[in-house]
């Protein structure tokens, strides 16, 4: 999951997957995404994982590294 | 009666080191329950009442009830909603409550440029409330909103600190502090924070704030009108003396909404994070008025580049992103005020965005050997900080009393 989850991202930002390498970096203060990248993101995860994921519902906090994406990606698969 | 009020004494909130006193003696009781582990709910909204009526009593009593209307107003948008959300979900109908939770404040803002006075509609506050309400709306539709009364609701419209300036809560975030009461140590920790606040807000706004609003700003504003050019030495010494005014003004202010909240034991959003450090302009808005650069990032922003892409409007992904950009600050221009140097103010920084995004991604494909360093760092913030001084002098609306004196 946390390949995919790299690709999305790296379609979101418009970078390579190489600059996601680390699952723990904040990639909201590492400038990696932005409001609107985190858009592309969350219409990603949303056709990769079927899940509805509400913009109210992105709290950045919650959504800041790949590990917390997947995280949350799988409580969301589950609920 | 309405004459009795009239006559009564009105205390501005924060406005002189009187107030502090009178409510922190009130506020006090609270403080005590808090550290106890109590909330005393009754007492809260007694006190709440006390300080919001001497807001709005003596000259601005009509204000006071232009505000009971408008929160019943949103009260009912609100509950039937939230109501009608359990059931159906039609755009149609969101779009319809959103606006309609909107329309005071656009009434509000539109009367002055369209009759020459202000609404009897207007209060004080009314714009950040908007925003409290709409968000709400919002985050109903988004099914988000689950646990929500009328009461519950007032009380987050209400809530004392913050009602007239901000920082702007949202309803999930303040009811989730406001129904737990925090642990001992938690509690302290906050109490802690907000003396320090409490503290750097007096310095902020009675000291420094005070010097450049009350004492340099009205000396360079004398002498840039006697100018026979707009552009003098004494206008740009309006420019700084505004700008570092505006910043030290509305943070002290800030501070003290923050810090009353710690108080009662409500973690109320931090509106200003160092933002003459930022290193460039999207950086900036993450560090000014934060409460208000995130509401319309999160509500506005993201909501259309979200249905943008979805509905595939835009080829371009950086069409949209800029499109986004302008209709955003364009939007925050209005918010401000119709008058022309609010609305080039959002257009500007509108353009800025539109800009250092161009610039970022430039930098990436074309420039990656671009050396970085102190020095470079440097340059970028100064760049920055002189480009918002100048937008805050449009902002000010100092140049429309220079042209008008002319």
């Given at each position: 999951m946390q390949?995919?989850?790299i690709n999305?991202l790296?379609?979101?930002t418009?970078?390579d997957?190489?600059?996601?390498?680390?699952?723990?970096?904040?990639?909201f203060?590492?400038?990696?995404l932005?409001s609107?990248?985190t858009v592309?993101l969350l219409?990603?995860?949303?056709?990769?994982f079927d899940i509805?994921v509400?913009v109210?519902?992105?709290?950045?906090s919650q959504w800041?590294?790949i590990?917390?994406?997947?995280?949350r990606?799988?409580?969301?698969?589950n609920? | 009666?309405?004459?009795?009020?009239a006559?009564?004494?009105?205390?501005?909130?924060?406005g002189?080191?009187m107030?502090?006193?009178y409510?922190?003696?009130?506020?006090?009781p609270l403080g005590?329950?808090?550290?106890f582990?109590?909330?005393?709910?009754?007492?809260e909204?007694l006190i709440?009442?006390?300080?919001i009526f001497?807001?709005?009593?003596g000259?601005?009593?009509q204000?006071?009830i232009?505000?009971?209307?408008?929160?019943?107003?949103?009260?009912?948008?609100?509950?039937?909603?939230?109501?009608?959300r359990q059931?159906a979900n039609?755009?149609?109908?969101?779009?319809?409550?959103?606006?309609?939770?909107?329309?005071p404040?656009?009434?509000?803002k539109?009367?002055p440029?369209?009759?020459?006075?202000n609404?009897l509609?207007g209060?004080?506050?009314i714009?950040?409330?908007?925003?409290?309400?709409?968000?709400?709306?919002?985050?109903?539709r988004d099914g988000?909103?689950?646990?929500i009364s009328?009461?519950?609701?007032?009380?987050?419209?209400?809530f004392?600190?913050?009602?007239?300036?901000?920082?702007i809560?949202?309803y999930r975030?303040f009811?989730k502090d406001?129904?737990?009461?925090p642990s001992?140590?938690?509690?302290?920790a906050?109490v802690?924070k907000?003396i320090f606040?409490l503290?750097?807000?007096?310095?902020?706004?009675?000291v420094?704030?005070?010097f450049f609003?009350?004492?340099f700003?009205p000396?360079?504003e004398?002498t840039?009108l006697?100018?026979?050019?707009?552009i003098s030495?004494?206008?740009?010494g309006?420019?700084y003396?505004y700008?570092?005014y505006?910043?030290?003004d509305?943070?002290g202010?800030?501070?003290?909404?923050?810090?009353?909240?710690?108080f009662?034991?409500v973690k109320s959003p931090m509106?200003?994070?160092?933002?003459?450090?930022?290193?460039n302009?999207?950086?900036?808005?993450?560090?000014?008025h934060i409460s208000l650069?995130f509401w319309?990032?999160d509500?506005?922003?993201m909501?259309?580049?979200?249905?943008a892409?979805k509905?595939?409007w835009?080829k371009?992904r950086?069409?949209?992103s800029s499109?986004?950009?302008?209709?955003n600050?364009?939007?925050m221009?209005?918010?401000?005020?119709?008058?022309?140097y609010?609305i080039?103010?959002?257009?500007v920084h509108?353009l800025?965005?539109?800009?250092n995004?161009?610039w970022?991604?430039y930098?990436?494909?074309h420039l990656p050997?671009l050396p970085h360093?102190?020095l470079t760092?440097?340059v970028?913030?100064?760049?920055?900080?002189?480009f918002?001084?100048v937008?805050?002098?449009?902002?000010?609306?100092?140049?429309n009393?220079?042209?008008?004196?002319?």
């Open positions: 390949e995919q989850i999305i790296a379609d979101a418009g970078r997957a190489s600059d996601f390498s680390d699952a723990s970096q904040d990639l203060t590492s400038g990696l932005d609107m990248a592309s219409l990603g995860l949303q056709d990769a509805q509400p109210s519902e992105f709290d950045r800041n590294t590990e917390k994406i997947e995280q990606v799988k409580e969301l698969q609920a | 009666m309405i004459n009795w009020i006559s009564l004494p009105n205390f501005s909130a924060y002189t080191p107030y502090f006193c409510l922190i003696l009130a506020i006090l005590i329950g808090l550290y582990g109590k909330r005393f709910s009754w007492y909204a709440s009442f006390i300080f001497l807001m709005f009593d000259d601005s009593w204000q006071g232009s505000l009971i209307a408008y929160v019943i107003w949103e009260t009912c948008l609100v509950m039937y909603y939230h109501h009608y059931s039609s755009a149609g109908i969101f779009y319809l409550f959103t606006a309609l939770s909107i329309i404040l656009v009434i509000v539109l009367t440029a369209m009759v020459g006075h609404s509609l209060f004080l506050g714009s950040y409330l908007t925003f409290r309400a709409a968000g709400t709306i919002i985050e109903t988000m909103v689950k646990d009328a009461w519950k609701f007032i009380r987050f419209m209400l004392m600190p913050t009602l007239t300036s901000g920082p809560d949202r975030r009811s406001y129904q737990k009461v001992r140590d938690a509690y302290l906050l802690n907000g606040y503290f750097l807000g007096f310095l902020y706004k009675f420094i704030g005070y609003g009350q004492y700003l000396h360079f004398k840039a006697l100018q026979p050019h707009m030495w004494s206008m740009v309006v420019m003396t700008g570092l505006l910043f030290f509305f943070a202010y800030s501070l003290f909404a923050v810090a009353i909240s710690y009662m034991g509106n200003f994070n160092q933002p003459f450090k930022s290193k302009i999207k950086e900036f808005w993450n560090r000014w650069s319309f990032r509500y506005i922003f909501r259309f580049v979200f249905l892409t509905k595939r835009f371009n950086n069409a949209l499109t986004a950009y302008m209709l600050m364009t939007l221009g209005f918010w401000h005020g119709i008058t022309w609010y080039l103010y959002g257009i509108g800025a965005l539109v800009t995004d161009w970022l991604r930098k990436r494909k050997n360093n102190k760092t440097g970028a913030i100064f760049i920055t900080f002189n918002v001084m937008t805050f002098l449009i902002f000010s609306g100092f140049l009393t220079y042209l008008l004196s002319k």
